[in-house]
């Protein structure tokens, strides 16, 4: 079990507080308001966090770059993908990617 899915096994047993406490704590470590493809659109819906939230709610529709790679949360979640705001979460994109057995483009 890698780190991200033992993240995923622990959010089970965690409290709506604690749950709370840590996604507020993510929102202000993610870097996508700084990426190219964040649009106004998305800053102005406070869309963040796609890695767990998933899809931008149409306010994206073009990716210019990712800065994913280089968030900190990277490591701390042990996220896999990226482009996050256009693919999914990256529960999302590990389900597709297992039932493909390829990365969908
Ligand atoms: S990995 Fe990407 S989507 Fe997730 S918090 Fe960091 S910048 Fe935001
Ligand atoms: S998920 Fe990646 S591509 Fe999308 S806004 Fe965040 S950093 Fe940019």
């Known amino acids: 079990m890698d780190k991200f899915e033992q993240m995923m096994k622990d959010v ?19 870097i996508c308001p700084k990426c190219p493809t ?27 770059a990712c800065l994913c790679p280089t968030c900190p949360l990277t490591p701390e979640l042990g996220l ?5 705001c256009m693919k999914g979460a990256e529960k999302a994109q590990r389900y597709e990617h ?5 990365k969908m483009v």
């Open 12 to 30: 089970k047993r965690t409290s709506p507080e604690e749950l709370k406490a840590d996604m507020e704590k993510f929102k202000g470590t993610c």
């Open 38 to 64: 964040h649009t106004t659109c998305a800053k102005n819906a406070q869309e963040l966090l796609f890695c767990l939230h998933g899809k931008s709610f149409m306010c994206i529709s073009e990716q210019k």
């Open 80 to 84: 896999k993908n990226n482009s996050f």
């Open 98 to 102: 297992a039932l493909w057995g390829t």
